[in-house]
């Protein structure tokens, strides 16, 4: 597929499945082996931490009285170390699928494999991580004086971990970068993201809501206090929806090509080039 070209809103979404389609083994394997045990981690923590929470609704489903948390309650170690988890495993999805992209894009079409993709993770991950606090900073700011400021600056920032992979761009660079791709294209971009974003979140949300109908059953008919091994296996499952981020990444990294074909037509400079290099096979007969 090529990957730099202009495309509307609808060859956005087909391109983006039939991507994704294409690509689904190598793709997703370099997804879960380089992810999937961090998205693992994360979820086990947050099974730990909200094993309270699962047996309070355990208890209130059984008819116990509810009992009110203290703070001390709340922001325990398990929390802040599961809100760092999920931040870094948001942080790493992002490159791994950034990297998939830019190996795909520079090899001509060629699937990347697991160590290809993940020395390049390894180099961009904690620079991004770096980078992608900076930028939530300004976002949440932006929407603390007013909601729309940081609804535009998280529209304007959605690709920016394209650009510091594909471009290998400072912060500095990637932020003047985005504000130049998303002129003249605001609209186009936060329509394009509201309606992948509802797929994925609609794809994600029925397995979520499976698995807790599931373990919800489990916990309801079981006499034992099983909220600990509820929450983990609910963890362990919840895998599954965070393979569906993969459709919304992917939009973002074909609108990215989009906008940067606009501004530069990199594309277009390379199907010329490769018009150039074609060559005829002289030793065979003309046939008419």
Request: glycine share 6%; proline share 2%.
């Amino acid at each position: 597929m090529e990957l730099r070209k202009v495309r509307d809103f609808g060859e956005n979404i087909n391109d983006t499945f039939q991507f994704i389609k294409q690509e689904f083994k190598p793709l997703l394997k370099s997804f879960l082996a380089i992810s999937g045990v961090l998205i693992l981690l994360t979820g086990v923590v947050s099974a730990l931490y909200q094993q309270d929470t699962m047996r309070d609704i355990i208890n209130a489903l059984k008819g116990v009285q509810y009992r009110a948390k203290g703070l001390d309650e709340i922001f325990t170690p398990t929390y802040f170390m599961f809100i760092f988890l999920s931040s870094f495993n948001v942080v790493v999805m992002r490159v791994v699928l950034a990297v998939y992209v830019k190996l795909y894009d520079t090899t001509g079409g060629v699937s990347p494999t697991i160590e290809e993709v993940w020395k390049e993770v390894i180099r961009f991950v904690v620079p991004v991580f770096l980078y992608s606090f900076v930028l939530l900073i300004l976002i949440i700011i932006a929407a603390c004086f007013c909601l729309a400021p940081g609804l535009y600056l998280l529209i304007v920032f959605a690709p920016v971990n394209f650009i510091f992979v594909i471009e290998n761009a400072s912060l500095g660079e990637a932020f003047n970068r985005c504000f130049a791709l998303i002129k003249d294209n605001f609209w186009f971009s936060i329509g394009l993201y509201i309606v992948v974003y509802l797929i994925y979140a609609v794809s994600s949300s029925i397995i979520g809501v499976a698995i807790s109908s599931v373990a919800g059953l489990i916990a309801y008919f079981t006499t034992k206090d099983i909220a600990s091994v509820v929450g983990v296996v609910t963890a362990i499952l919840s895998v599954f929806q965070y393979v569906f981020y993969i459709i919304f990444s992917v939009s973002v990294a074909l609108h990215y090509f989009n906008l940067v074909e606009q501004k530069d037509g990199e594309g277009l400079m390379r199907r010329i080039d490769g018009l150039g290099s074609e060559t005829t096979d002289s030793s065979k007969d003309e046939q008419y």
